[in-house]
């Protein structure tokens, strides 16, 4: 099978970027993230039908000339699934702004506190009476 | 050809569907509503026994949806697809009348009811379809159906912890979704058909660099979904923020589609066990990572949430022998952990509404105010830990089993790694059960009081039961700052919420249970004490349905006869 060479760059231009978005703290740069993530691999999908041949609708060619219509029929389903995990993301988004003024993912509070004690365990008695300072100004602490 | 029979096999999706759309359009009618949803899924208990009966007796069921024999879309009911029908059938069940039970609008006034019903339909038809897809594509939309109503259950009402945690898991399934993408992207470039069956045929023909990459994009696909460790970060932190029926049937079942597919790939896809010192190594680290992260949690949901992924590790242990008795003893286990963590999960709800809270620095004495309750954990939590006779005994036996038949070092390990698993689950929920269940309400009342005073008296003391810098221990529980004085709050009165002593001593008797609560979730822990009653036969079965999977000519000459 023959690959398009312009689809895989494409592609693989569009999912490295997605990747870099994703690793963002802000809820609004991962939504962008994925919608770049998710063309990328449609883009991908699209590389596998080999060469662009005419439009398969039957009886319009000859069965050779016609490009794949599965890889097509996938992609359409990716995007109608992608679309639908953008609009959840956005109100997610916008519900988060609502709540708490702004977007970012947030820590597990839960995971901080077990951290919190692994740190504790590792330092010295002495150390940690030196480090108390630095705790009062945390806002997990502070049960915020 | 078996007509009647193989209509049976679209159903399980169908009628949930179907009853989804009529459970919208009642959404004024509440009663009309939950009427629909109980009577859709009793008949989808019934088709799916129907099929186990079916699938057992006379091979596979497939349906090539609308007729398009070999380029369509295929339904396979095998025998382990029939098995996972019925349990996740009657565990949704269970977990409907349980949140009838508790009415989802009564707890949460800002939860929009209208929309539970349809959901948690859609959620089950896209389990269903799941377990019957029989081509990549289909299970990747059918994950997408069920991840979809999983969003819309996990973030129900909007609350801030819930779109906490629900950012997560929305981000981490999408990214997932779109690693199946590519997987079926490169699958279908590599062999020209997204069909299972025909995968199954092709792919030895493939070098075997492209089949061990298209092996492992498979494997981490379906790991994130299952939660293996080191997958499996997310799933502690965004299942317990959802309400308790809902953490009960992600917990119980939407890890077990992940397995259920990981099973798939091993079998059909991959025979001959080319990764399986991986899959065990990582089936053990999950199981090991698993139950100390739950040994360190001073929260009974997301204690449980840890022993599930450490439970995750039994069945990757028993997939990963690549032996019949290997894959039957982790569809058993399959079988009984579905059951068993959903149980668990529907009781801690109970508590979480009787005692207030979750916490088990707030909870005492709920098995001398309820000893019902108190039964149903003791039961639940020991089956789970494996003590005989339960079928988590009878489960890890016939893992341990395999494990020893196989003979090798990895595997004996596997075996070491489980037994000290079990021993450490027992202690875990042991812990749970001493704290919550067994002291009375009144040392609760006073621990909280002297745990709250000591801390704010001399933070800086080191002692060893109190530890340092505001983290407070008890045995090896440790409680955070902001636990405690939530705590010391409530035991001066300065808190809105009461602790159960208080409730006690103004009230002078505890709440009453809820009667539908309490018989859906003792339902369930009835079922797993009937999986131990059954378990010769549900074995035998099981070890059929992995003879069939290790043969694979069952399914695929099933697959290429519906087709003609």
Request: net charge negative; with cysteine; charged share 15%.
């Amino acid at each position: 099978m023959d690959v398009n060479l312009t689809l895989v760059l494409v592609a693989g231009a569009l999912i490295g970027c997605g990747a870099y978005l994703l690793l963002e703290r802000s809820l609004t740069r991962v939504l962008v993230g994925l919608v770049l993530l998710g063309n990328g691999v449609n883009v991908a999908i699209l590389s596998t039908s080999g060469p662009a041949g005419e439009a398969p609708f039957y009886g319009t060619a000859d069965i050779d000339d016609m490009s794949d219509p599965l890889p097509q029929a996938m992609i359409l389903t990716a995007i109608v699934i992608t679309l639908g995990t953008v609009a959840f993301l956005l109100a997610m988004a916008h519900r988060s702004w609502q709540l708490t003024g702004h977007d970012d993912v947030q820590d597990d509070t839960e995971d901080t506190r077990i951290r919190r004690l692994a740190v504790d365990d590792a330092t010295s008695d002495s150390f940690g009476m030196t480090t108390r300072g630095e705790d009062d100004d945390d806002p997990e602490e502070d049960g915020q | 050809m078996n007509g009647l029979s193989s209509a049976l096999v679209p159903l399980p999706v169908l009628l949930p569907l179907l009853g989804s759309g009529a459970a919208l359009m009642l959404f004024r009618f509440p009663r009309a509503q939950r009427l629909v949803s109980v009577v859709v899924l009793t008949l989808v208990v019934v088709v799916a026994a129907a099929l186990l009966v079916i699938a057992d007796q006379d091979g596979p069921q497939v349906v090539w949806l609308g007729g398009w024999a070999e380029l369509g879309v295929a339904l396979v009911a095998d025998r382990l697809a029939a098995l996972m029908l019925l349990v996740s059938a009657i565990v949704t069940l269970a977990v409907l009348l349980y949140s009838l039970g508790q009415g989802i609008s009564d707890s949460n006034r800002s939860a929009p009811v209208s929309i539970y019903h349809p959901t948690f339909l859609t959620l089950v038809a896209g389990v269903s379809n799941a377990f019957l897809a029989g081509d990549l594509f289909n299970l990747f939309v059918s994950f997408e159906i069920l991840l979809f109503a999983s969003y819309v259950l996990l973030t129900l009402g909007g609350t801030e912890g819930r779109i906490r945690a629900g950012t997560i898991y929305v981000v981490v399934n999408v990214l997932s979704s779109m690693l199946f993408l590519v997987t079926i992207a490169a699958v279908y470039a590599a062999v020209g058909t997204v069909n299972l069956a025909q995968i199954a045929e092709r792919m030895g023909e493939l070098p075997s660099s492209t089949q061990l990459m298209l092996h492992l994009l498979l494997l981490v696909t379906f790991s994130i979904k299952a939660a293996v460790f080191p997958l499996s970060l997310w799933l502690p932190d965004s299942y317990p923020t959802a309400p308790a029926p809902v953490t009960a049937v992600f917990a119980g079942l939407l890890t077990k589609v992940g397995v259920y597919a990981i099973i798939r790939t091993e079998t059909l896809l991959f025979p001959g066990g080319e990764l399986s010192t991986l899959l065990m190594v990582v089936a053990g680290v999950s199981m090991l990572i698993g139950i100390l992260g739950a040994i360190a949690q001073s929260d009974i949901k997301r204690l449980l949430s840890f022993t599930l992924v450490s439970h995750i590790g039994y069945m990757i242990f028993g997939i990963g022998l690549g032996t019949a008795a290997g894959t039957a003893g982790a569809v058993f286990y399959v079988a009984h952990h579905i059951t068993i963590q959903t149980a668990l999960f529907l009781v801690v709800g109970m508590v979480e509404r009787l005692g207030g809270s979750t916490a088990l620095l707030r909870l005492g004495g709920l098995a001398r105010l309820f000893p019902l309750l108190g039964v149903l954990f003791f039961v639940a939590a020991m089956n789970l830990a494996g003590i005989p006779p339960l079928s988590g005994f009878l489960g890890k036996v016939g893992l341990f089993e395999a494990g020893i038949a196989d003979g090798g070092g990895v595997a004996w390990t596997l075996v070491g790694i489980g037994t000290l698993t079990s021993l450490l689950t027992l202690y875990a929920v042991a812990k749970t059960w001493s704290l919550a269940f067994w002291r009375s309400p009144a040392e609760a009342h006073e621990m909280a009081r002297e745990l709250a005073r000591a801390d704010a008296d001399e933070p800086e003391q080191y002692s060893p039961t109190l530890g340092r810098r505001g983290q407070v221990r008890l045995d090896t529980t440790s409680f955070n700052a902001a636990e405690v004085q939530q705590a010391g709050a409530i035991v001066d009165g300065d808190h809105p919420d009461r602790d159960l002593h208080q409730i006690l001593e103004e009230d002078g008797r505890p709440q009453r249970l809820p009667v539908l609560m309490t018989a859906s979730t003792a339902g369930l822990v009835a079922v797993s004490v009937a999986i131990t009653v059954v378990a010769g036969p549900l074995f035998a079965y099981t070890e059929r349905a992995a003879d069939d999977l290790m043969d694979r000519t069952t399914y695929i000459t099933a697959v290429d006869e519906a087709a003609r």
